[in-house]
């Protein structure tokens, strides 16, 4: 931002959502202290955040063999401050607000991700109809901030949503699944330019978004699909 900008449009910390001094920063000092990632307390296999410490896995990626590889979660969509945060981001145009999280979080699994050695990014796509509505698809300002960390490219038309769904976070886990089947397609030409793929989405819940997308990359020609998601819920189970 220019001095301009910060004068007559002052970032907010993304966490208390007060104005930061000194300008130039992106988070306030005090909740500096207090930003914690999921980092090495994720699933191993979908990244949610584990409350018991002595599992390597979550309750579902032990019962269901999933599409993707492997996911990484930046933050737990639980703590008050990154659900406030997307909601802001999604329904208030507040894409600035994404910075400094996508920032963190990017340096902090940057070298997990040059090990996939993956071709690009892929947004999970909105429908036409509600990305014109909003203007922006959240998904897409993600991974265009990490993608400049990982010098990852980023596609955007590999992948469409082709049916207008119900949103996920209303349904429970089968109709969830339900609500996706056939809403993705993949264009079968630049699908099959790529080896590896990384999908990005704003919140990882069940991962049945994901998965969806997954399956429609593969069919397509993709040989693997990760996933990286700026927030997603907890394991709960003990």
């Not at 992106?26 to 979908?46: P, Q, S």
């Not at 203007?135 to 490219?153: H, K, M």
Request: net charge positive; hydrophobic share 35%.
């Amino acid at each position: 931002m220019s001095w301009l900008d910060e004068l007559f449009f002052p970032r907010r910390c993304p966490v208390c959502r007060d104005i930061v001094s000194p300008w130039g920063e992106m988070i306030c000092d005090t909740c500096r202290k207090n930003f914690h990632l999921v980092a090495d307390k994720g699933c191993l296999k979908c990244g949610r955040l584990l409350l018991n410490e002595e599992k390597e896995y979550c309750e579902d990626c032990m019962r269901m063999k999933r599409c993707i590889v492997r996911s990484l979660t930046g933050y737990d969509y639980r703590q008050e401050w990154v659900h406030k945060m997307i909601f802001h981001v999604k329904y208030h145009n507040e894409r600035q607000l994404l910075d400094y999280p996508c920032s963190e979080a990017a340096h902090e699994y940057r070298d997990t991700i040059m090990r996939w050695q993956c071709d690009c990014l892929i947004p999970i796509p909105l429908h036409p109809s509600r990305q014109k509505k909003r203007g922006f698809n959240q998904a897409e300002e993600i991974a265009r901030r990490i993608g400049e960390d990982w010098s990852l490219p980023i596609d955007t038309k590999v992948l469409i949503r082709v049916k207008k769904t119900r949103p996920q976070k209303d349904l429970d886990s089968a109709t969830r699944q339900k609500n996706l089947e056939d809403a993705f397609a993949a264009d079968k030409k630049r699908a099959q330019a790529y080896k590896r793929v990384i999908l990005v989405d704003d919140i990882y819940t069940t991962g049945s978004t994901m998965e969806s997308c997954a399956k429609a990359l593969l069919a397509a020609g993709v040989q693997q699909v990760y996933g990286f998601a700026l927030s997603s819920g907890r394991d709960e189970a003990s």
